[in-house]
């Protein structure tokens, strides 16, 4: 199985190396995970519950960095054991890349190369890779989420501001033309554009 995707993260470069170099971070926002333990440099154990399809299993492994280029990138081989339900081991890289602007942001890459042995590899590869899709895809919904919990939302002051800003300077604009229009006067306040009525 192969696996590449792109996500832009609302968050400086750093902030993203820092959170997925962190195995309380990845502990959270790994589906199904329970356990993310260093055992040692750059070396942690992990264990966590897998469904695909009609297969449940709970797989126990080993994680390992290695090509290690802060803040850019890592790369990581994975090993685990899931009893009766197989095997699974593989590699992946990841690359983070700032991207310039006003806003904190980054990109990150990943790709993922992986083998599955055992009765999740009866199930066939279209299952597997739809598995590992979503995984993938329940992962960055997690970890954007406790990223923006953990840094706030971007430029959040500024966006108000700046709606606020837009609000009443059209709010203003449309009172003006309302009251071209004849609307909005209260009953008995004359008109300044009226002028003199005739015969006065």
């Known amino acids: 199985?192969?696996?590449?995707?792109?996500?832009?993260?609302?968050?400086?470069?750093?902030?993203?190396?820092?959170?997925?170099?962190?195995?309380?971070?990845?502990?959270?926002?790994?589906?199904?995970?329970?356990?993310?333990?260093?055992?040692?440099?750059?070396?942690?154990?992990?264990?966590?519950?897998?469904?695909?399809?009609?297969?449940?299993?709970?797989?126990?492994?080993?994680?390992?960095?290695?090509?290690?280029?802060?803040?850019?990138?890592?790369?990581?081989?994975?090993?685990?054991?899931?009893?009766?339900?197989?095997?699974?081991?593989?590699?992946?890289?990841?690359?983070?890349?700032?991207?310039?602007?006003?806003?904190?942001?980054?990109?990150?890459d990943y790709t993922v190369q992986a083998q599955v042995g055992g009765k999740i590899a009866q199930l066939g590869q279209r299952l597997i890779d739809g598995a590992a899709k979503s995984t993938a895809d329940d992962f960055f919904k997690r970890f954007e989420a406790e990223m923006q919990a953990r840094y706030g939302p971007p430029s959040a002051v500024e966006s108000t501001d700046a709606q606020a800003g837009d609000s009443s300077e059209k709010t203003g604009k449309m009172a003006g033309l309302m009251r071209k229009m004849g609307f909005g006067k209260k009953d008995g306040t004359p008109d300044a554009d009226a002028g003199e009525k005739p015969g006065e």
């Open 1 to 108: 199985m192969e696996m590449l995707g792109n996500r832009r993260l609302p968050i400086t470069q750093q902030q993203a190396w820092e959170a997925l170099n962190d195995p309380e971070t990845l502990k959270k926002c790994i589906p199904g995970c329970d356990k993310f333990e260093p055992v040692g440099d750059n070396e942690y154990t992990v264990a966590l519950a897998v469904k695909i399809g009609p297969v449940s299993a709970k797989f126990n492994g080993k994680v390992k960095l290695a090509d290690i280029l802060p803040p850019n990138s890592y790369k990581l081989s994975f090993e685990g054991q899931g009893g009766v339900a197989g095997f699974a081991k593989g590699s992946s890289g990841v690359t983070l890349t700032p991207v310039d602007g006003t806003d904190p942001a980054c990109e990150l």
